[in-house]
């Protein structure tokens, strides 16, 4: 869709017709729940639709704040982001029986308040295992990674975000964004092959 069929259609869903938001919908749903499930991939079906539901209910309400300075859907994964991580910390509480973590779908400011990143050239054994069978793999590595790494890589990789799309979205300049990559790039390269030895080893002991 071009930036000026998308912006009528949000002008659409402004003024509350019901057939623009079916489909913005029916666009943008699904690729939100892959971007979601990739962040957290020990999220189950029923959670990435939950967060699915969040995201959406926000952009209902916040829908007027989006000004166009960024893709649409950038700023619906930023949404995504934030409510994954919500929900991985309400589960991480829980799981450790601590406190509940407070969740407002009334975003105030769904748009900010990001510390993600992107790109970056870098070949390795990062991005081989990030193209194949070892996604599951590549999954947990990034949940040794911090939140910001996390986020970063997913826009670049799973969001499918420019570096200048990113930079946009994050007041970054651009190289400060290619470098911050590359830096949770290499970070993700030894995480995985850690975890990747690690398997060799238990295979090995079976």
């Known amino acids: 869709m071009s930036a000026a069929a998308e912006a009528q259609l949000l002008s659409r869903c402004r003024r509350g017709d019901a057939g623009a938001w079916d489909e913005l919908f029916d666009r943008h749903y699904a690729a939100a729940a892959r971007f979601i499930f990739q962040l957290g991939h020990r999220f189950t079906r029923e959670d990435v639709e939950e967060i699915c539901q969040e995201v959406f209910l926000t952009v209902i309400r916040s829908l007027d704040t989006f000004r166009g300075q960024c893709q649409f859907q950038t700023w619906l994964f930023r949404i995504a982001a934030n409510k994954a991580r919500d929900c991985h910390q309400r589960q991480t509480a829980a799981k450790r029986g601590g406190g509940q973590v407070t969740l407002s779908l009334q975003a105030q400011d769904p748009d900010g308040g990001f510390v993600l990143e992107p790109p970056s050239p870098l070949p390795g054994p990062d991005l081989a295992l990030m193209r194949a069978e070892n996604m599951a793999l590549v999954g947990q590595a990034l949940e040794t990674l911090g939140d910001a790494c996390q986020e970063i890589i997913g826009l670049r990789y799973f969001a499918d975000l420019s570096y ?43």
Not at 184 to 198: E, H, N, P
């Open 164 to 206: 200048d799309e990113i930079a946009r979205s994050l007041k970054l300049n651009p190289k400060t964004v290619s470098s911050r990559l590359s830096k949770c790039l290499d970070k993700l390269g030894v995480a995985a092959q850690a975890l990747l030895d690690r398997e060799k080893k238990t295979s090995a002991s079976v």
